[in-house]
Each structure stands twice: as structure tokens, then as C-alpha cells.
């Protein structure tokens, strides 16, 4: 490895997917709903279990931190590992009838799968393998009351297309009970989660049928009641797919208690981020009490530690992921130096460019092509305005220019929209924050439910990340 490598990721890939699960726990910081019992983990029979937030801001890290509960069996659903058939685009209905499908469906395939991993987990007794077998087997007689659902071929095959009728529902919600029940009987006691990360990339499609997100949302929170303390069922959500949800929900209040949004609430948080990854590179003990003396090791600054710290996690929109990919960047400008403000500035320009463009990889599959957008009403303005003059300025520059207008409205979030919504959208993608009145800026990782008729009569700021590439101009 090179001497340029080895300064690559210095502080670690900014990609927890990308990284063993021991090595993301032993860099972990936890946050309060973790250290708090709120979330539904470990030996808790009830808490939050719809994890929201912006791409980076720590989800992928906190499912695998999860992953390292002793002596728990793990199911992990994400795009490599998804073997769940229920095309979102193929659903119509209400919430409340795709719920009891989605979670009939999770249960089979878990206890399925789970019994299919005995050859990786000695653990699992031969008694609770057949208990689990049966277990994916539970609620097939009640379900043969639904006609064309139950197939007997070579095997038993179960047909979810007829399952979605509203007829069929008093049979599915009993079947998922069922399954529900014979799980946790099978599971004896033992701790096991059920853990879908990026549903959107699980479920491809889902971000436009917001009755499936909602259903899917509350098929995780009926299991949690049901299972209790002995079944973990957690949904991850990008922040992007969660408000349009919000915005054309139906039955959102049945789920709204059990999301939990991960935000990160100032710089301090993300000193002690970037303190744990420092200990762990010079292997040292990570204390509380030790964040400066720890920073001190690959870091230099001359004004005082917090206006440092602070001034570094100012570019960072959707908290750990930025500061380390920041911090790797100017790393590695600063090669075997010690990482200083210069360093840091050095590297703002290439740094910016990618968090605009990087913003569909964020927002893409509801706000297709909101990086222009963002580009065509900010290029070249003042960092901070009032929320009237950025509606007015998105009015001008897009709504009223027939070719912008024309362009951006072969989306359908674009069509018969509003400068006002337009607004709205750049506070939710991170773009811009309301500035508030004791001082600091508020920004939807912060603060996601911010109504639009608050932000045209606030103060607004442009984020210090997306700055340096747009040309902003100010403080």
C-alpha cells in the first residue's frame, strides 16, 4: 500500500455497508434514542422501530451495530438479500390491508430463512429448527379461505396477489397473527431481528405508492406489539421516501409514535464521531472526557478547539458520513502532517460539487433531477435571505422560465407545484435551514416537520456545503 493509500481513508470508509460489522461497532456512537431504550432492541418490548434519515446520517451504522447483539438470530433484508416478492407497483388499496399482507409475508420468509442458516448457526437445536419450519408453515388452513390463494403441487405455494382483496382481509390479519405467534414460540426465548435496510431499494417502486410505505410501516409496528420482546422487526427509511409518505399519508398516525428520525444536534456530537475513529486508529481508549487530547493526535488548529471542530462540521449536511469523508479528504491533502483548516479548506471545492450532485443519490427517487434545481436558484446568490425572496427567486428562475418549467415538469413532483412547495423541497433536501432567532441554524436533519408557511416567513440559509461550488456569497 502506497503512502496516498494508506491517507485514502484514513478515518474510515464514510460507507458503513462497505465495512464489517465488529469494525462499525467498535467505532460506534451511539446516540441518545440508543442509549435511552426509546428504539426496540435488546431485551425492550416496546420502542421505536422506523428508523428515518437522510442518506449518511448513521443508518446502515446502526443496523450493524445491532448486528453484534450477543446471541441474537439476525435476518437482514436489503437489496443483496431480499428474497421478498411483493412489487409495490402491482399494490392498490388501503394501508391497512397491505399491512396485514407485508407482515405475513416477513414472518414466513424469516422463520424460512432463518431455518434455511442452521448450517451457519450451531446454535439452533434440532427442536427449534422443526418448530421454525412449522412455524413458516402457520396460518396456510386459515388462509384457504381466501379462493386461488393456496396452491398443493409438488409443495404448498401461497399466491399473495388474492391475499390484497378486501375480502381476504379478516383471513390475512388472522394467518399474520398466527405466523406471528408460532414465531416467537418457535424462537424459545432467543432474541431475533428482522432488519429492512434502504425498503427502497428492497422494494423498488415503493417511493411512489405511499399506501405501501405506510402499510409496510405498520406491518413493522403491529409485529413489535404482537412479538413483543422476543421478535425485533426494524424498517429503515431514507428521509426522502419518509416525507412522501408524510405528504400523502392516509393512516400515518397509526405509525407516527414509533418513528424514531436520526438527527445530529451540533458540532460536539461529531468531535466525539471523529475522537472514537482517531482512538481507534492510534488503538487507545476512547474517553468522554478526551475528545480535544484525542483530536490533538491528527490534528492541529491555533484558534480554540470548538471553533475548529465547529467550523469542520459546518459543511457537513447529513452529519457522520460528510465529516468523515471531509476529513479523509483533507487527510489525505495533508498527507503525513496533521489535518489543519487549510487542509480542510483546500478541499471544500470538490468536496461541494459532490454534495450537489450527490443530492439524487439522496432525494433521485422523489425529487428527480432537484440537484438542478437547486443549481438554476442558488448559483451565484447570497447565503442568507428571506424566505419570500427565495420563494420569489424560484418563481423567476424556474416557475416562469418556459424552458426550466418544461424540463423539470416531466416529473410528476413537479407538476402544478408551487414556489412555495418548491421552497419547502430545498429545506427537506438540506439545502437551505431556517435561521433562528437565539441564533444557529436549523436544518431538516435537525428538524424535519418545518411547514412551508414557517420557512417564507423565516430568514433562510444556504448550507456551508453546498457553497463553494454554487458560488454563494456570505458569512
Keep these: 500500500m502506497s503512502a496516498r493509500d494508506s491517507f485514502q481513508l484514513y478515518f474510515g470508509d464514510p460507507d458503513a455497508s462497505h465495512v464489517k460489522r465488529e469494525d462499525v ?98 446454535s439452533l437445536t434440532g427442536k427449534v429448527l422443526g418448530k421454525l419450519r412449522k412455524a413458516g408453515s402457520a396460518g396456510l388452513d386459515i388462509l384457504k379461505n381466501v379462493p386461488s390463494a393456496v396452491r398443493v403441487s409438488a409443495g404448498v405455494e401461497v399466491d399473495l396477489e388474492p391475499l390484497f382483496k378486501p375480502a381476504a382481509a379478516k383471513f390475512v390479519q388472522a394467518a399474520w397473527q398466527e405466523a406471528c405467534d ?31 410505505i405506510e402499510g409496510i410501516a405498520r406491518a413493522v409496528v403491529d409485529i413489535n406489539e404482537r412479538a413483543s420482546a422476543g421478535l425485533h422487526v426494524l424498517l429503515f427509511l431514507k428521509y426522502g421516501v419518509w416525507r412522501y409518505w408524510f405528504e400523502h399519508q392516509t393512516e400515518y398516525d397509526k405509525a407516527k409514535p414509533y418513528i424514531q428520525h436520526i438527527s445530529w444536534r451540533g458540532a460536539d456530537e461529531l468531535a466525539a464521531l471523529i475522537a472514537r475513529r482517531v482512538a481507534s486508529k492510534h488503538d487507545v481508549k476512547y474517553e468522554d472526557g478526551a475528545v480535544e487530547e484525542l483530536w490533538r493526535r491528527d490534528f492541529a488548529w ?39 483548516l487549510e487542509h480542510v479548506h483546500d478541499v471544500l471545492k470538490s468536496f461541494s460539487e459532490e454534495k450537489l450532485f450527490g443530492l439524487n443519490a439522496d432525494f433521485g427517487d422523489v425529487y428527480p433531477e432537484v440537484g438542478k434545481l437547486v443549481e438554476i436558484v442558488f448559483r451565484g446568490a447570497v447565503a442568507i435571505r428571506a424566505g419570500k425572496e427565495i420563494a420569489d427567486t424560484i418563481e423567476e428562475r424556474v416557475l416562469m422560465d418556459k424552458g426550466v418549467s418544461e424540463a423539470l415538469g416531466l416529473h410528476d413532483w413537479f407538476r402544478l407545484t408551487t414556489k412555495e412547495r418548491l421552497l419547502q423541497v430545498m429545506y427537506d433536501v438540506g439545502v437551505v435551514g431556517r435561521v433562528a432567532p437565539a441564533g444557529g441554524t436549523i436544518y431538516a436533519i435537525e428538524s424535519p416537520q418545518e411547514p412551508a408557511s414557517s420557512l417564507r416567513e423565516s430568514r433562510l440559509e444556504v448550507h456551508r456545503a453546498f457553497r463553494p461550488y454554487l458560488g454563494v456569497v456570505g458569512p
Design 182 to 212: 408460532a414465531t416467537v414460540d418457535a424462537l424459545g426465548g432467543r432474541r431475533a431481528y428482522i432488519m429492512i435496510d434502504d425498503a427502497e431499494d428492497v422494494f423498488p417502486g415503493m417511493e411512489r405508492n405511499p399506501a405501501y
Design 25 to 122: 461497532a467498535q467505532v460506534h456512537a451511539p446516540r441518545d434514542f440508543e442509549v435511552s431504550g426509546a428504539l426496540k432492541s435488546h431485551k425492550g418490548s416496546h420502542g421505536n422501530c422506523i428508523i428515518v434519515g437522510v442518506k449518511g446520517s448513521g443508518k446502515t451504522a446502526l443496523r450493524k451495530n445491532l448486528e453484534c447483539d450477543p446471541n441474537a438470530l439476525i435476518w437482514n433484508v436489503d437489496a443483496d438479500h431480499s428474497c421478498l416478492s411483493i412489487d409495490p407497483g402491482m399494490v392498490a388499496g388501503r394501508s391497512s390491508r397491505i399491512r396485514n399482507v407485508i407482515a405475513l409475508h416477513l414472518l414466513r420468509e424469516f422463520a424460512d430463512q432463518v431455518a434455511d442458516q442452521s448450517t451457519r448457526d450451531a
Design 302 to 340: 491555533t484558534a480554540e478547539f470548538r471553533t475548529f471542530y465547529g467550523e469542520v462540521a459546518s459543511y457537513c449536511t447529513s452529519g457522520p458520513r460528510d465529516m468523515i469523508d471531509l476529513l479523509n479528504r483533507a487527510k489525505l491533502k495533508a498527507g503525513k502532517q496533521r489535518v489543519t
